[in-house]
């Protein structure tokens, strides 16, 4: 479960307050709201990356707003996809394992499986350049989702990709979804996706969060 709880967030003179949002455990809800509105903002706070100033954000019941990223149990796919180009994809997928010094055995299983998953066993040993955006975004979603987090935020993550390859990632995201469980949070501008993909619809609108019927976004 994600709720915001009167959270107020800061990033430089771009100021929210006031933020109330409640997604239960395991469902699929999309943020939508106008460029520059804070959507991916309250995607960093959540995740731990942009400063909480007032309010409370919890996952699954528990505070989390003074703990470090590696501490609240959150998968995060950033929309520019954030892959560091020296790195093959196995290392992506081991990356934060390997941070929170998992055994090498239970690294090197983790990585099958999520190769398995997102279909990328054949491009482990490949690094990111030349990769297309479909597969970058497998990558970038494979990184998210090592550690087993319970909540998954997602950044405009169909973004910059042709249809066919949309179709292919939405698929995919249910596909996660049904084998993990994972409670998610996708921000987009875009209403096919939200019709796709959402249980829930939410839209940000001057500074506010307004849970909105799912026709909306048909």
């Not at 149990?73 to 996809?81: A, E, N």
């Not at 490949?126 to 990558?139: A, I």
């Not at 993909?197 to 048909?218: K, N, S, W, Y």
Request: charged share 25%; net charge positive; glycine share 8%.
């Amino acid at each position: 479960m994600i709720q915001l709880e009167q959270l107020s967030v800061r990033a430089g003179s771009f100021h929210l307050q006031g933020l109330q949002l409640e997604v239960p455990t395991g469902q699929y809800a999309v943020l939508m709201g106008r460029t520059g509105s804070g959507k991916t903002t309250i995607l960093e706070a959540i995740c731990g990356l942009k400063r909480v100033t007032a309010g409370r954000i919890r996952l699954d019941g528990r505070e989390v707003q003074q703990l470090k990223p590696a501490e609240r149990g959150v998968g995060y796919v950033p929309q520019d996809r954030a892959l560091f180009q020296t790195l093959t994809v196995r290392e992506h997928l081991a990356f934060a394992l390997e941070i929170r010094r998992w055994p090498r055995a239970a690294i090197v299983q983790r990585v099958n499986e999520l190769a398995q998953l997102l279909g990328l066993a054949h491009l482990l040993p490949r690094k990111p350049h030349g990769l297309s955006g479909g597969e970058s975004q497998r990558v970038a979603l494979g990184r998210a989702l090592a550690a087993r987090p319970s909540i998954l935020c997602l950044d405009e993550p169909l973004s910059a990709l042709d249809d066919e390859t949309r179709e292919e990632i939405c698929a995919l995201l249910e596909s996660v979804r049904r084998a993990t469980g994972v409670t998610i949070l996708h921000v987009t501008h875009h209403r096919g996706e939200a019709a796709r993909l959402a249980d829930r619809l939410f839209q940000l609108r001057e500074g506010r969060i307004c849970e909105v019927p799912l026709t909306t976004a048909r």
